[in-house]
């Protein structure tokens, strides 16, 4: 289990992130060959209930903040305890981020570790804030990391969403590549989407891929990055 009363956070953030019990697996996000691993997702799994309940929790109680820094920190002790060598990809409410005084505490306790290593997933829930985008986007820039949006095709992430946050990736939905080998209207919309982000300079993610045809379709179709069960489950 993850703690955090060594951090050095504020006395009353401190307080909250103590009453979390929850750990953190990593899923592999993969280049074209499906082998070489290109950055690791952080997902939270509390102990004693699911993340979807933790997370229903703490909106309701209007503590979603607790869980960004819980999960910024957490997931960073997590990844270094791991020793892995790629990217890091830690989840990251749209409608908060860490405040500077956090923010700064973050970049003293990891230090210069983090430069380069990390992408930050903007969700899809609950609701887009355009200027904590606009401050993580200056953080993640000055450290020389990646922001990239989750989830596209589902919830707030569209076409016009991704137009305002200028990300460095777009992670494709289950939704729109769920038996894309057998679905021409699936493999005409993701051809587009593919051409379109490339234009932009944005790598694509295709994820939630669950069968060996999708895959292939898919690295025919020229996404850059693959994630899902068909090739490595959260571990």
Do not use: N
């Given at each position: 289990m993850i703690y955090y009363d060594h951090l050095p956070l504020d006395k009353d953030i401190l307080k909250a992130l103590g009453e979390?019990?929850?750990n953190y697996v990593f899923q592999p996000i993969f280049k074209p060959d499906g082998k070489?691993?290109?950055a690791w997702e952080a997902?939270?799994?509390?102990?004693?209930m699911t993340v979807t309940e933790l997370i229903s929790d703490y909106a309701k109680r209007d503590k979603l903040h607790i869980l960004e820094v819980a999960t910024?920190?957490?997931?960073?002790?997590?990844?270094?305890?791991?020793?892995?060598?790629?990217?890091v990809s830690i989840n990251s409410f749209p409608s908060d981020c860490m405040r500077s005084e956090e923010a700064d505490?973050?970049?003293?306790?990891?230090?210069?570790?983090?430069?380069?290593?990390?992408?930050?997933e903007n969700l899809e829930y609950p609701y887009f804030?355009?200027?904590h985008w606009v401050t993580k986007k200056e953080s993640v820039e000055f450290m020389d990391n990646l922001l990239a949006a989750d989830d596209f095709g589902s919830g707030i992430n569209d076409l016009e969403r991704v137009r305002i946050m200028s990300p460095d990736i777009v992670k494709l939905d289950r939704e729109l590549i769920s038996g894309i080998d057998h679905i021409s209207e699936k493999q005409d919309n993701v051809r587009k989407l593919v051409l379109d982000f490339h234009?932009?300079?944005?790598?694509?993610?295709a994820e939630g891929i669950e069968e060996?045809?999708?895959?292939?379709?898919?690295?025919?179709?020229?996404?850059?990055?693959?994630?899902?069960f068909y090739l490595a489950r959260p571990a």
């Open positions: 979390l019990s929850i070489t691993v290109y997902l939270m799994r509390p102990t004693e910024f920190f957490g997931a960073m002790q997590s990844y270094f305890l791991r020793g892995y060598d790629q990217r505490a973050f970049l003293e306790y990891f230090g210069e570790e983090i430069r380069g290593r990390m992408i930050i804030s355009l200027t234009s932009k300079d944005i790598l694509v993610v060996k045809e999708e895959f292939e379709c898919l690295a025919d179709l020229g996404a850059d990055l693959f994630q899902g």
